[in-house]
């Protein structure tokens, strides 16, 4: 019965390391892409959503698997033998964190210019209202069509 057990574990902890390699993948398929792209065009955010979309979902088939470990017994987890997968899987989330690290400077660098742009063109639009005025009419007429 324990045997089962330890293979089922075991099983799981195999599982949930091919997941995070298919999360790695895309994580790594979402940083080519901000090097890359540079999110000028709509194309590219779309294929980043469609990116973070497919991110999300490896990470909820990581959580069920993790609820599943801890369901089967986490005192086995001490005796068993994966410790070799448990470092593997904790590599990649390294890998993971650094990757991510690196988008999110990138997007605040794309951020910061995009508020640059912002910026110069309210400041642009703000200059034109004032020498560019449209005069306001001193004299009025009144034109009654009803006589």
Same mark, same amino acid.
């Given at each position: 019965?324990?045997? #089962?057990?330890? +293979?089922?574990? @075991?099983? %799981?902890?195999?599982?949930?390391?091919?997941?995070?390699? =298919?999360?790695?993948?895309?994580?790594? %398929?979402? *940083?080519?892409?901000?090097?890359?792209?540079?999110?000028?065009? =709509?194309?590219?955010?779309?294929?980043?959503?469609?990116?973070?979309?497919?991110?999300?979902?490896?990470?909820?088939? @990581?959580?069920?698997?993790?609820?599943? &470990? $801890?369901?089967?017994?986490?005192?086995?987890? =001490? $005796?068993? #033998?994966?410790?070799? @997968?448990? =470092?593997? @899987?904790?590599? !990649?989330?390294? $890998?993971?964190?650094?990757?991510? %690290?690196?988008? /999110?400077?990138?997007? #605040?660098? *794309?951020?910061?210019?995009?508020? +640059?742009?912002?910026?110069? !063109? +309210?400041?642009?639009?703000? %200059? !034109?209202?004032?020498?560019?005025? &449209?005069? +306001?009419? /001193?004299?009025?007429?009144?034109?009654?069509?009803? #006589?």
């Amino acid at each position: 019965m324990v045997n #089962k057990k330890e +293979q089922r574990l @075991i099983g %799981l902890y195999r599982q949930q390391l091919i997941f995070y390699r =298919e999360l790695y993948a895309v994580v790594k %398929l979402q *940083h080519q892409l901000c090097l890359e792209v540079g999110f000028k065009e =709509e194309s590219s955010l779309n294929a980043f959503n469609r990116l973070t979309q497919k991110r999300q979902k490896q990470m909820d088939l @990581i959580e069920e698997v993790k609820k599943k &470990i $801890e369901n089967n017994g986490s005192s086995l987890q =001490e $005796e068993l #033998k994966v410790q070799e @997968i448990s =470092e593997k @899987i904790k590599m !990649l989330i390294n $890998e993971i964190l650094t990757l991510d %690290l690196q988008v /999110k400077d990138i997007f #605040k660098k *794309h951020l910061n210019l995009l508020q +640059q742009k912002i910026d110069e !063109l +309210q400041t642009e639009r703000k %200059l !034109l209202k004032k020498y560019y005025k &449209i005069p +306001q009419q /001193k004299e009025g007429y009144f034109i009654d069509s009803s #006589k």
